[in-house]
């Protein structure tokens, strides 16, 4: 099951992240992702649920770790899904 941010404000700001790639294309993976996850039966409400998984993962390493941002990982978590980042860490 797909862990949830702790405040709603952080959810919608995080969900919001997600609609803002798709909107602009950028990065493209993220619409692939999309497309990829709602083929394989998810809902399209599950699948940017599970893309937020993967920024939400990526801000935790940049934020609490303090790696910089990098966009190859974030890509390889989508290419993942819908494995969950912290699924091998468990």
Known sequence: MARQPHTP????AILEVV????????????????????AAGHSRAEAIELIACVVSAEI???LKRGQPYQEQRYLAGLRALPRLPWDDAE
């Open 60 to 62: 935790f390493d940049v």
């Open 19 to 38: 609609e803002n790639q798709l909107r602009d294309g950028t990065p493209p993976e993220t619409q692939a992702t999309l497309d990829r996850l709602l």
């Open 9 to 12: 404000e952080l959810r919608r």
